[in-house]
């Protein structure tokens, strides 16, 4: 599966032949294997300079991209873990602002999978200690550590309250409801409520925890408002509240093109617009600029914060392609690419594309079929379904009885009107890297 990635380094892919290997065991949940894990390497998490800890549903790796650009213009040396990748593994660990080395990336993933050998962790679990373990040796001034699935029980929430500058929680949203309302006791039950909880789980004493507040569903709110008292987090909603403990950003105070931040009682700031597109875009920058605002470890400029807003960049979150293979096959149309599989990627999605559309859509099974396609109810002119390679994927029946499959995406593409509609490939963030690889756009 693509999940585990191939390597044209053989130290690299004898290590990816290991971790393809892992698998959760099931039922298992705690932080004891991570902790124990750590453990044995030393405990490299407690050596890190000061981390920015993010989760959410969608946007929580936009958010780390806004970060990442706004700290690097102000000159900082900076440490990055998110995932999944797109196509190469390493996208999975960036050192001082550099992907992590095939030399490197061999050698933290050997001594982590012969440390754990007998704890048996899991595939996520040894990519977070080999992260760590790497941003451990490597000089660094600020971490941004993206939440993997969750956060209560996520592998990045071994990171303890002394190495946390600020947390956060992006978008919330139904998704990997297999595993995150799984049922357990004395935890809230109603589906939106156990994602806050879940979520919120990354809060720390002592430490800001910066949300999207009013943006969330009420009983997403109130679950995310307990977990945080509980924590003993300093708790910075989107919206009214507390004077002088909220934020607010707007897309289009003062006109769009700019992004209009404030906090009660502090002066008002306008922003270049986020380069990332999608007025959702607006929001995740804006969580961004309050999490760092809401510490005190780093010091970031305005002019740092400005300049982040167009420096960031996110492959496959409402991406164009540019020129390429694949997009030879469509030369007369813009052939756009987004990994979204779930409806608030839907509803983003949408609001983006206005009008008419193609769309070319792939999605593993377990995502629901009409997530992207009902918010785009009425503009889909095609609706091509490809396999996602190397997953189990819906058919084209799922889809509907317009729909009609290819065998893959050039064949999708070659089979579209050139009619100068735009083209959107959408429903998989591993069918997303597929389309990066065919079109010579590797993610660096």
Known sequence: MRDFGRSDDPRVQA??????????????????????????????????????????????????????????????????????????????????????????????????????????????????????????????????????MGGRFDATNVLEPEALAACGIAALGLDHERFLLAPEESVPTEPMARIGFEKAGIAKRGVPLVTMGERYPHESQAAIRAVADKAGAEHFPFGSGEAGKDWYCDAFNGGEGKLFYRERYWEEHSYPAPFLIGEHQYLNAGLAVAMLRHQSRIAVSEDAIALGMRAARWPARMQRLGPGPLTALAPDQPVWLDGGHNPSAGAAIAAHFGGPAHLVIGMIEGKDPRAIIDPLAGRIRTLTVVPVPGHDHHAASAFGPDARAAADVEAAL???????????????????????????????
């Open 414 to 444: 070659l089979g579209i009107p050139g009619d100068g509609y735009p083209i959107l490939i959408a429903g998989s963030l591993y069918l997303a890297g597929e389309v990066l690889r065919l079109n010579d756009e590797l993610p660096d």
């Open 15 to 148: 290590q990816l032949d290991r971790l393809a290997r892992l698998s959760l065991p099931q039922g298992r949940l705690g932080l004891e294997t991570i902790r124990a894990l750590m453990e044995r390497l030393g405990n490299p998490h407690r050596k890190l300079p000061p981390v920015f800890h993010v989760a959410g549903t969608n946007g929580k790796g936009s958010t780390c991209a806004f970060l990442r650009a706004m700290l690097e213009a102000e000159g900082y040396r900076v440490h990055v873990t998110t995932s999944p990748h797109l196509v190469r593994y390493n996208e999975r660990i960036r050192l001082a602002g550099e992907l992590i080395s095939d030399a490197m990336l061999a050698e933290v993933l050997a001594e982590v999978l012969d440390a754990g050998d007998d704890l048996g962790p899991s595939f996520f679990e040894v990519t977070i200690a080999a992260a760590f373990l790497a941003f451990s040796r490597t000089p660094a001034d600020v971490c941004v550590v993206e939440v993997g």
